[in-house]
């Protein structure tokens, strides 16, 4: 199985060749899928991460970042993944959480990652105070629950949120990653 991971960067290379059999994934706001090729793709994977402000921010209506594009995109996905799962969460946000998990219309379309954000970071060693991205998530959980798939990276500049993760770690931690075989990059 070869999944193309296609970070949210607004300068996509529409030379890209995916093929029929390729798994597409895409995170958040999905930023990429403007391009045409994209959205007719059968075999695409939507992951969401945990909006960081619902733990000091008490108004905040949406859990996970992008939720807000469940109801017009939902249908054009195989796979849409929440990433922390409710179970990780505080009983307030959890109830929250459930209920935007259960917007989608057709349960076994969900997976719950079920990976803590906090033990990841040790693992890997992220910076403290820095948010470790959706991309670098779901690239380490792929590692783990399909070890030897082929995984491509598209995009993975670290152009989105420079303030929000740390761009210069996240470039050396996938250069280590493409230098060890472990991932190619498309661009």
């Not at 890209?16 to 994977?45: A, C, G, M, Q, W």
């Not at 949120?161 to 996240?170: I, T």
Request: with cysteine.
């Amino acid at each position: 199985m070869k999944y193309i991971l296609l970070a949210n960067n607004s300068n996509f290379d529409t030379n890209i060749r995916i093929e029929e059999s390729d798994t597409l994934v895409l995170f958040n706001y999905l930023i990429p899928f403007k391009e045409k090729i994209i959205p007719k793709h059968e075999n695409k994977i939507w992951v969401l991460r945990i909006n960081q402000s619902v733990f000091y921010n008490k108004n905040i209506s949406k859990i996970y970042a992008g939720s807000e594009l469940l109801f017009k995109y939902e249908k054009l996905f195989k796979k849409i993944c929440f990433y922390n799962s409710p179970k990780y969460l505080p009983e307030n946000i959890q109830k929250i959480s459930i209920k935007e998990i259960d917007m989608i219309n057709k349960p076994e379309k969900i997976i719950e990652i079920d990976t803590y954000v906090e033990n990841l970071k040790k693992e890997i060693a992220y910076p403290k105070y820095k948010n470790i991205s959706t991309g670098l998530i779901y690239y380490n959980y792929l590692q783990k629950k399909e070890p030897g798939c082929k995984i491509l990276l598209a995009g993975f500049t670290s152009e989105v949120n420079k303030n929000y993760h740390h761009a210069s770690w996240e470039r050396n931690y996938f250069k280590k990653e493409l230098n060890s075989g472990r991932c190619e990059m498309l661009w």
